[in-house]
C-alpha cells in the first residue's frame, strides 16, 4: 500500500496514524504542494491522503482511510466515540491553530515545499482564509497563549498517555494528536504534563514524527 501526503497535512497524520499503529508496511510520497495533476488524475481532486490499496486501486478522504485501514488490519476495530467535550476542543483548536502552524510550515524544508512555486502556492492559497503570513507570524504571543490556555482543558481530558480515552485507541485519537503534533512546529507552547506524556506516547506509537526539534 501507498500513501500519497503533504508532511504538514493533519488529515494526512490520520492515514499515517492508523498504520502506524497497526504496525502495517505502506510506502509514502510526498507530493509537491502545487502538483494538481497527481492527484487530479488519481481520484480527481487536489486533496490528500490518498491511499493505493493493494489492490492498486485509489481512496481519499482521511477518516474513510482510517475506517478501510482499521477494518483491513483486522485486529481491533476503532471506538468511534467523540466525547463532546473532546470535539468541542477540536472544534476550538481548528478555528485559530492553523494562525500558528500554517505560516512556519513554508519555513523548516519540508519536503512538499521543494522549489519557491510550491511554497507560492500554498500561501497564496492559505492567505485568502488567514491572511497574511507575516501579519500572523507577528501575531504569535496573541495565538500562543489562546493555545496554552486551551491545552490546559486538554489535559483534563487525557485519561492516559496511551490512549485519550483511556481504554482503547479511538475516533478522539484520530481527530486530536494530528492538531498536537503539527502544534509541535511551534516554539514557545508550555505543553501540560498529561499533553506532553500523550504526545510523546502517541508518536512513538504511531510511528508519526514531531516538529520539536524544528520548532519556530
Ligand atoms: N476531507 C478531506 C480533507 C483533506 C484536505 O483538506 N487536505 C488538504 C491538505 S491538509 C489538501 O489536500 N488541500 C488541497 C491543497 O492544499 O491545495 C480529508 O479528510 O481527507
Not at 39 to 66: C, F, H, N, R
Not at 82 to 87: A, G, K, M, T
Amino acid at each position: 500500500m501507498k500513501l500519497y501526503i503533504y508532511d504538514h497535512c493533519p488529515f494526512c497524520i490520520r492515514a499515517r496514524m492508523i498504520l502506524g499503529l497497526h504496525k502495517l508496511a505502506f510506502a509514502t510520497e510526498i507530493l509537491q504542494n502545487d502538483d494538481e495533476t497527481t492527484p487530479i488524475s488519481l481520484i480527481g481532486a487536489k486533496q490528500v491522503p490518498i491511499l493505493q490499496k493493494a489492490d492498486g486501486t485509489y481512496m481519499g478522504e482521511s477518516l474513510d482511510i482510517v475506517r478501510y485501514i482499521d477494518e483491513y488490519a483486522g485486529s481491533a476495530r476503532l471506538n468511534e466515540t467523540i466525547r463532546p467535550e473532546v470535539q468541542a476542543w477540536f472544534d476550538r483548536f481548528s478555528e485559530y491553530g492553523n494562525h500558528l502552524i500554517q505560516p512556519r510550515c513554508i519555513k523548516i524544508g519540508l519536503p512538499e515545499f521543494a522549489t519557491p512555486e510550491a511554497i507560492a502556492y500554498f500561501q497564496h492559497k492559505k492567505e485568502k482564509t488567514l491572511g497574511s503570513f507575516d501579519k500572523n507570524l507577528n501575531k504569535t504571543a496573541q495565538y500562543l497563549q489562546q493555545a496554552n490556555e486551551e491545552l490546559q482543558q486538554l489535559n483534563d481530558l487525557i485519561r492516559d498517555s496511551g490512549c485519550l480515552n483511556g481504554e482503547n485507541i479511538s475516533m478522539e485519537d484520530i481527530l486530536i494528536f494530528p492538531l498536537l503534533r503539527n502544534l509541535s512546529i511551534v516554539r514557545g507552547v508550555v505543553y501540560p504534563q498529561n499533553v506532553m506524556d500523550y504526545v510523546m506516547h502517541m508518536a512513538e506509537n504511531s510511528g508519526v514524527d514531531l516538529y520539536f526539534d524544528r520548532a519556530l
